[in-house]
Structures are given as C-alpha cells and as structure tokens.
C-alpha cells in the first residue's frame, strides 16, 4: 500500500491489511476501542512496547493490557484463566471485564509482569465490546496496548486528538469516529484465600456484586 509514516485511514480491507503489516514489522497503530483510543504494537516485540511507553512517558512498572478477538486466543499466547474466572469470562466478555491470566512456561509475550517468589508471570488481558475492533485484532491479532495520550493527559475519545498527542511517532491511526470515552474495566484475578476464589483489583462498569451473583449462578455452574 505504501503510506507515509503518522498517515489516518478509515478502517476497511486495505488499511487493516497494512495495519497488520506494521504490527508485524514492530511499528506502532493507534486503534479505536470499545472505549476510547489505543495505542497498539505486538505484545511479542521488546522494541516497540518500549516504544509506547517512551511516547506516552509512562512509568514501566505500570503494565500494559493485551486486547484479544477472542478467548481462544489465550491459548495461542501460552496463557490461562484460572478458576473461577474462566467462568467469568463465559459471562462478561467481550465487554468492559479484564481478567488477570496466568502465563504458561510457553508465553512468548514481553508484556507479562513478574510475580515475584517463583510464582508463574500474570497479564491483564480485554476482549473489546466493539465489532470494530474486533475486527482489527482478527487482522492484526493479539495487541499490547494502552490508551492513545501522554501520560497524565486525558484519554483521546477521537483520532484527532490521539494525533495531536503522538504525531508521526506513530506509524498508523486506524480512524474509527469517535468513541464512547474512558469506561473503566473490572479488573479481576484469581485468588484461592479470596472471597469467592476471586480478588477485585479495580471495580469498573461492571459492579463487584454483579461478578459475585453472577459465580453463585446455578449453584457455582457458570459457564466452561
């Protein structure tokens, strides 16, 4: 396709395929989410998730989520929802739940955050609310990413702004229209001493009584 680095493109066949292009060659798209705009690379590629965090100037200790199509796809990256929130998941995504994963001996990914004491590594992980992006990450597949702004600043709800905040230090901006603006997740982790086998790291859009009903649903049955 040949476009000029920092180019905006409506989202159709042709700039997806070049979006996916640049992913898998380590350079950086800004996506629209479910939420508001991302900024995107490979979650395998070191180089470029060092990339998104000198742009945004964001702290490293603060990691970064990776937006997949589907469940199935943590599989693929060497990662596992553990009970119970295989369970949850079954009920809440795609949608506004980010499920801490554990990462399998397997996992490629250079976005797993260390557990410390010989425990296994964690990732968040989110499955958009949007056929949109969705069907970017089919094209793309799996992303690292954070939302499209300095740090500090706010979350860009459009294109334009995600522009204005990067530029051309950004290879692509995938324009979607404008977003719903910054809806927090439910951040949710496994923990065996916890109440309900469950930690609530972060009480989103979706409520922390309606993740408890929704284990307790016949009799603990939910879902795989």
Known sequence: M??????????????????????????????????????????????????????????????????????????????????????????FLPGAFSPIAVAGADCTLATVADAGDGRPGTQGVRIPNSA???????????????SANRSGEESAQTVEEAFQAFGTDVDLYLDGGATQGHVSSTVVKADPYGRDGIEILREGIISQTTIRKALHLNGGGLGA
Not at 132 to 146: D, E, H, V
Request: hydrophobic residues 45%; proline residues 6%.
């Open 2 to 91: 040949g476009i000029e680095r920092g180019s905006v493109l409506k989202v159709t066949d042709a700039s997806l395929t070049e979006a996916a292009r640049i992913i898998h060659e380590g350079g950086l798209v800004v996506i629209p989410t479910d939420t508001v705009y991302g900024i995107a690379c490979d979650p395998r590629n070191r180089e470029a998730i060092a990339r998104i965090y000198q742009l945004k100037r964001r702290p490293r200790y603060k990691a970064l989520q990776v937006l997949l199509a589907s469940v199935e796809q943590l599989d693929e990256l060497g990662l596992e929802l553990p009970s119970p929130l295989n369970r949850l998941a079954a009920a």
């Open 132 to 146: 949109l992006t969705l069907a970017i990450l089919k094209a793309t597949g799996p992303l690292a990413a954070s």
